[in-house]
């Protein structure tokens, strides 16, 4: 059992704003235990092939994404680990930005 399943509202992120974050709809990353996920902030949005681990009993997930970036295709990759009561990482998007971000979980 791995602490990151579930969802999770994107609460900061580095790079945008929270007006931007939940554009469309409030951002988020869901986690399942089938190694898959989804994820939405601002109006980019991707299902997830993640992969869970233990790092010195810390929860952790790396995961690689494809979906839409403003309606375009778009891919990356990401990771985060729990800190606390918060999950705390970093996403990115192939060709394009990378941000920081932290999610509570709901």
């Known amino acids: 059992m791995n602490n990151i399943y579930g969802y999770w509202r994107i609460v900061e992120m580095e790079v945008w ?3 931007f974050v939940d554009a469309e709809v409030e951002g988020y990353f869901e986690f399942t235990p089938d190694n898959m996920g989804r994820f939405q902030f601002g109006y980019v949005e991707g ?19 494809n979906g839409n970036d403003e309606m375009s295709p778009a891919s990356g990759r990401g990771e985060a680990v729990i800190e606390g009561n918060e ?11 990378d941000s920081e971000f932290t999610a509570v979980r709901l």
């Open 87 to 97: 999950l705390v990482g970093r996403i990115y998007i192939h060709n394009g930005d």
């Open 17 to 19: 704003d929270q007006d």
């Open 47 to 65: 299902f997830m092939d993640c992969r869970y681990k233990k790092v010195h009993k810390t929860d952790k997930v790396e995961f690689s994404w």
